[in-house]
């Protein structure tokens, strides 16, 4: 009989867990931000596991058709259930939505993602009266077509165009060329019946740049294309298979002149065009889009880390000492390498998520006060941190993949799933090395600013501090003090940002046009912009940890988690640090001692760390990661449900093999 459902657990793990410095429960309401939260996330995640409603099969046995299908019902359970239970706080729809799709997409996600937020902060307060309260009902469900299939972050290579009639006060909504489709909008392929469309405003003759425009694609009685539109979906990806990702094309679709979002600029009716009194105010979505997207780069770390983890506890092999045991395989130090640098990459994310959120809600206040003034600084950090964290997790969660050896190859461990979905962010929302440029744009501005009108703040205060010579490493470092670590990146970021700013001077210099002196100096200038990046991760994981209400050794394990974040960061870029003298040679060795000491002071309270994000099972969705650690039953009777398995001979066999089989033997 198999022992699939015992509900033991299995003793390597339990040892582990009974072994751990410090109650992961504590760490937990830390990283809820308090017992009530951790409380109310798990009554959240049981109403959704409990709910009959939202029980299915692996997902792994689905066709795409299927999972659409499912995704779509449980998008409607979701926004049904939110209604009835009264889940209306920030933190409660994403603890309850993530625990009805338990790793898979929402078609209509991007209807509460971008389509609503949108409409808030650049609708006026008549087209909110309009659009919002039924967007807000699901009366319409919208998406946001901005990307094309011929370009993506370049926005203003965009080719969509909307130009304006005076005589109907409309506008006229166009794809000149096939590769102006809109190309990608989540939920436009079959769910969505309206769409924000950004498009190149024409008016009057001139072309004033990107705009959204609200343009209805379907019909709200069958569904049906309207007239002019040509709407459908992409085909299968890497992985989002859950989600309608679409394409548009429309031609000289007309629309009323209202249907032009006026929040910041405005069409009149004679056609004249009022600017935006702020430039950059449209950046306030994409801020929010890109802190919730570093946050979803360490829910995914998060994952794969604890999958990970727990398999390497539960796995045993080889023989480390002749006639011994096998050991658990995260015994062996280069599984330690591997793994728990990618659990510290998780905490400090998690923490780098937490203030770029913090930072966002205050400066919408901001704005809405008519404050701009932090704008560029947060749309830079927001920029550069999408990026960074995204590219650490997509590796990260394919290291964990390696790491579990050939079976964490199969669709059981849950990781080819979880990297198929969060690898997807490093295009997304703005592609990772534009990003990074972006980042750098600003931080060679704030350099520059700093020769001539003085002191920064913010998150680029250390500019003003700049060492432009060179530094020789110190006789007496301390590289496990935190101060020290902080201090040495913040040095390599800003020593990187002023080379980067020195070497497009001197492209300039050489008669290079600033475009062309951009592209010449665009490796450096991303380098700068990640060691930028980097510096903020690890000042914001120290202050964090030195803020956290834990116990003492709660504590402990964190700030040993914080240098070894801080530790194997240094060791992993050490040419940025030796380039200059700031670190030595023997600097590097001692950084090496003291990596091996952190492995080993950590191995312990591996299972806890891990522990300590409190994704249950049903969300983990991996039979590797399981809490109770019974893998190998569980791995059995999961490959049983194999469609190949229901029956004994598979048709193929008959069709195919046995004439082929025989015509052979009748060889002989």
Request: hydrophobic share 35%.
């Amino acid at each position: 009989m198999s022992s699939a459902k015992r509900t033991t657990t299995n003793p390597d793990l339990q040892k582990e867990r009974d072994g751990a410095s410090f109650n992961p429960q504590d760490l937990t309401r830390l990283l809820c931000g308090g017992e009530e939260n951790v409380e109310r996330k798990r009554e959240l995640e049981r109403l959704a596991f409990d709910d009959p409603e939202l029980q299915h099969e692996d997902l792994s046995f689905f066709s795409r058709d299927e999972r659409y299908s499912l995704a779509v019902k449980k998008n409607i359970r979701y926004i049904q259930q939110c209604w009835e239970k009264d889940i209306t706080a920030v933190k409660d729809t994403v603890a309850y939505r993530k625990a009805v799709f338990r790793g898979m997409l929402e078609p209509l996600g991007i209807h509460y993602a971008m389509f609503l937020p949108t409409l808030l902060s650049q609708a006026t307060e008549e087209q909110q009266d309009k659009w919002f309260s039924q967007a807000l009902n699901y009366s319409i469900i919208g998406t946001y077509a901005q990307t094309e299939m011929g370009h993506g972050t370049f926005l203003r290579g965009l080719e969509t165009t909307a130009t304006y009639d005076p005589t109907t006060e409309e506008f006229v909504l166009h794809s000149p060329t096939l590769s102006s489709a809109k190309w990608w909008p989540g939920g436009l392929g079959k769910s969505a019946n309206h769409a924000l469309v950004l498009a190149q405003l024409y008016t009057q003759g001139n072309c004033y740049g990107m705009h959204p425009f609200i343009v209805q694609l379907r019909s709200t009685e069958d569904h049906t294309p309207l007239p002019g539109i040509t709407v459908g979906d992409i085909g299968p990806k890497f992985e989002f298979t859950d989600v309608d990702n679409g394409f548009l094309l429309m031609d000289h679709v007309r629309i009323p002149r209202e249907n032009m979002l006026m929040r910041h600029s405005q069409v009149l009716p004679d056609g004249t065009y009022v600017k935006p009194a702020h430039a950059k105010a449209a950046y306030g979505t994409m801020i929010l889009i890109r802190s919730a997207i570093v946050n979803e780069a360490a829910d995914g770390l998060s994952s794969a880390c604890t999958i990970a983890i727990r398999y390497s506890c539960v796995r045993r092999q080889s023989e480390m000492k002749p006639g011994e045991p096998e050991p658990q395989i995260l015994d062996y130090q280069t599984q330690q390498y591997k793994l728990l640098p990618l659990v510290a990459a998780a905490y400090a994310f998690h923490f780098a998520s937490v203030y770029m959120l913090d930072v966002y809600y205050t400066q919408l206040g901001n704005m809405n006060q008519g404050d701009l003034s932090q704008l560029p600084e947060i749309h830079a950090l927001s920029a550069g941190l999408k990026a960074f964290t995204t590219q650490v997790m997509s590796s990260g969660i394919d290291t964990c993949r390696m790491a579990c050896g050939g079976h964490g190859y199969s669709h059981a461990s849950g990781l080819p799933m979880l990297f198929g979905f969060h690898t997807a962010m490093c295009t997304y929302e703005g592609e990772n090395t534009v990003m990074l440029l972006q980042t750098a744009r600003y931080l060679v501005k704030c350099y520059e600013g700093t020769l001539t009108e003085g002191k920064l703040s913010g998150t680029v205060a250390y500019l003003s501090r700049v060492q432009t010579a060179t530094v020789g490493g110190k006789l007496a470092r301390n590289l496990l003090d935190l101060d020290e670590l902080v201090a040495a990146y913040q040095h390599r970021a800003a020593r990187l940002i002023g080379m980067a700013a020195n070497q497009l001077q001197a492209q300039a210099k050489a008669g290079k046009s600033p475009e062309d002196a951009w592209n010449s100096c665009s490796v450096q200038l991303a380098r700068c912009a990640t060691a930028h990046c980097h510096f903020f991760v690890v000042q914001n994981f120290v202050d964090s940890v030195r803020a956290a209400d834990v116990d003492p050794a709660t504590r402990a394990a964190l700030q040993t988690l914080c240098q070894l974040y801080g530790v194997h960061g240094i060791l992993e870029n050490s040419g940025d640090f030796l380039e200059d003298n700031y670190l030595t040679g023997q600097d590097l060795q001692k950084l090496y001692t003291h990596l091996s000491f952190l492995l080993a002071k950590l191995r312990p309270d591996a299972v806890a760390l891990v522990d300590a994000f409190d994704i249950p099972d049903e969300m983990l969705q991996s039979v590797l990661g399981r809490y109770d650690g019974n893998v190998y039953e569980n791995l059995y009777e999961w490959a049983k449900k194999s469609p190949l398995n229901k029956s004994q001979v598979h048709e193929s066999y008959y069709k195919y093999l046995r004439p082929f089989l025989q015509q052979n033997k009748a060889k002989l």
